[in-house]
């Protein structure tokens, strides 16, 4: 039997990027990953979303629009990945986005979810202004961050990420959905024009990753170029602590999304099997 040899993180980051990290809320790393391995995820990611893994069961749906079948998704989402695709399970990237994490975070800061956003050329939607907290349940306070990766260059014509300096110090912000559409899946903070001006792009080669905190606002514009835009997002973070006092996340109970009823209905699918 072939010996499987545990990858090792290639990747660390300095003092200085770690202190920019506390104070600004987020971070632009160039490489967490190589050149193959980012045309091996990509080849996977494209059949993902070709083959709409995950539709029937809720996890691939349009973040951006009412998410009717047959209608072309202007941000499409697929929660989890690696379900329909375990060999994602391994790779470099995930490797050094860990050891990077536990920098940032702490040693105890364990995996967290994770979820892919793509862009169709010349027609993907802008990701509005949130703070990725307010999606979350009302009663844990969370210490969390996102690992974000292209697998092409992200640019300002593509939707690379923005984020506002110091906005991961502030409370969660009322949020509404999307075009006040119930229907839609996705958050927009409520005028997020009292706060974004401070903002600051982070452009990145493919294979290169931001990290961000729970509450930092962040944005991705609609891509205007030729060529998709993908993005591979990990999560990772510290045990949540439940809170004395919910948080009233309003905007969450408003929502009545197509994505809902097909997870319900799948539930109640393979719970009949
Ligand atoms: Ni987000």
Not at 109 to 136: C, L, S, V
Not at 235 to 248: I, W, Y
Request: proline fraction near 8%.
């Amino acid at each position: 039997m072939p010996t499987e040899i545990a990858l090792e993180p290639t990747v660390r980051i300095t003092q200085e990027q770690i202190d920019f990290f506390h104070a600004n809320g987020f971070l632009s790393v160039p490489a967490i990953s190589t050149p193959e391995e980012i045309e091996r995820l990509k080849a996977i990611y494209d059949r993902l979303f070709e083959s709409k893994a995950g539709r029937e069961e809720g996890n691939q749906f349009d973040l951006g629009g009412s998410d009717e079948d047959g209608k072309q998704a202007v941000l499409p989402q697929i929660l989890n990945p690696k379900k329909y695709a375990p060999e994602l399970e391994e790779g470099l990237f995930r490797v050094n986005a860990m050891a990077i994490s536990k920098q940032l975070l702490g040693e105890e800061a364990t995996a967290k979810g994770e979820h892919a956003i793509f862009k169709p050329a010349r027609f993907g939607a802008a990701t509005p202004w949130h703070q990725d907290n307010a999606y979350w349940g009302p009663d844990h306070d969370h210490c969390s961050l996102s690992v974000w990766m292209p697998l092409q260059p992200a640019t300002l014509e593509n939707g690379c990420m923005q984020f506002v300096p110091g906005s991961h110090t502030w409370e969660i912000l009322p949020h509404h959905c999307i075009n006040n559409d119930p229907r839609v899946h996705g958050l927009e903070l409520d005028h997020p024009e009292k706060y974004t001006a401070g903002a600051v792009a982070c452009p990145l080669p493919p294979g290169g990753a931001t990290f961000h905190l729970n509450k930092t606002l962040h944005y991705a514009g609609p891509n205007r170029s030729d060529i998709p835009r993908r993005a591979y997002i990990l999560g990772f973070g510290l045990a949540a602590k439940k809170r004395e006092t919910p948080h009233d996340f309003y905007w969450n109970r408003q929502k009545q999304t197509p994505r809902e009823e097909r997870a319900q209905a799948f539930q109640k699918k393979i719970s009949a099997c």
